[in-house]
Nanobody
Framework: QVQLVESGGGLVQAGGSLRLSCVVS????????MGWFRQDPEKEREFVAG????????FYADSAKGRFTISRDNAKDTVYLQMNSLKPEDTAVYYC???????????????????WGQGTQVTVST
């Protein structure tokens, strides 16, 4: 019923930028805290950035601080991840996730989220 669709991934050279988008359908977007995670074949899925339901609180992994910015537009049912100064180690599939907030789990944990998108590939070349 609930769908999350990511877009905006692609191939970029180191130092470049990408903006990812995630559109949510099937329920009220404003009720969800949202997060971005990433995963490559050799690693577990890891937290990148999160934003609360109202958009007035954001959280970042240390690897993302100062380079990435998460934001949301509740009128458009969309969450964004602006990625600047990209590095080869940022290469991964990036996933959008939605959290109903009904679990007492912090938003950096994968299991805190009920809804997941299919992912969008980000590849950063040297």
């Amino acid at each position: 019923q609930v769908q999350l669709v990511e877009s905006g991934g692609g191939l970029v050279q180191a130092g470049g930028s990408l903006r990812l988008s995630c559109v949510v359908s099937g329920r009220s977007f404003s009720t969800l805290a949202m997060g971005w995670f990433r995963q490559d074949p050799e690693k577990e899925r890891e937290f990148v950035a999160g934003i609360n339901w109202s958009g007035d609180a954001t959280f970042y992994a240390d690897s993302a601080k100062g380079r990435f910015t998460i934001s949301r537009d509740n009128a458009k049912d969309t969450v964004y991840l602006q990625m600047n100064s990209l590095k080869p180690e940022d290469t991964a599939v990036y996933y959008c996730a939605g959290d109903l907030g009904r679990k007492q789990l912090i938003m950096t944990e994968t299991i805190a989220y009920e809804y997941w998108g299919q992912g969008t590939q980000v590849t950063v070349s040297t």
